[in-house]
Structures are given as structure tokens and as C-alpha cells.
């Protein structure tokens, strides 16, 4: 199945909604990486989730890369976020 995914805000403030288009059939996990391709955080995904909250409090300004993967297989899709820091 699809799961396009869209990011926003972006540039994000805090926080960054991941949304896709349809319901996971499995467990999924969203990854948050910094540009050195570091995993800054993972965050286990229930089935039949169709969006995440990331918290990116405490994060430099910078840009970032998130992407969803699955049990069986990962997106190809590896999305660009632009934090700015906040307190």
C-alpha cells in the first residue's frame, strides 16, 4: 500500500506533525536523523496510525531528516526538516 507522508510545519518550531495518507497494517517507527545521519530519536508507531507528533524541543536550528519505517520495509521516502531552535 502507500503511504505518501507529508511534514509540516516546515521550517518547524518545537514540534513537526508527520502525517500519510493511509492507515498503517503494522507496527511503523518514525526516525529522526541529523544531517550527519546520526539517529537522534525513534518512536515506536501502532497500526492503523495515520500521524505522529515529533518533538524537537532542546534540537540547534538546522536541518534534520525524518522517515518512517515500517516492519516488513522502509519508505524510500526521506523527508527534510527544518528545525529552529526554541527554548
Known amino acids: 500500500a502507500g503511504h505518501g ?7 518547524a518550531f518545537g514540534r513537526a506533525l508527520v502525517r500519510w495518507d493511509t492507515p ?10 541529523n544531517p550527519a545521519g546520526q539517529l537522534l530519536q525513534s518512536q515506536a508507531i501502532a497500526p492503523g496510525a495515520t ?6 524541543k532542546g534540537l540547534p536550528t538546522g536541518l ?3 522517515s518512517l519505517q515500517l516492519e516488513s520495509h522502509q519508505l524510500p ?3 527534510p526538516l527544518n528545525v529552529i531552535a526554541v527554548d
Open 51 to 56: 500521524r505522529y507528533e515529533l518533538q524537537l
Open 5 to 11: 507522508a507529508e511534514l509540516f510545519p516546515n521550517p
Open 64 to 66: 534534520y531528516y525524518v
Open 77 to 79: 521516502q526521506t523527508m
Open 24 to 33: 498503517l497494517e503494522e507496527e511503523g517507527e518514525i526516525r529522526l536523523y
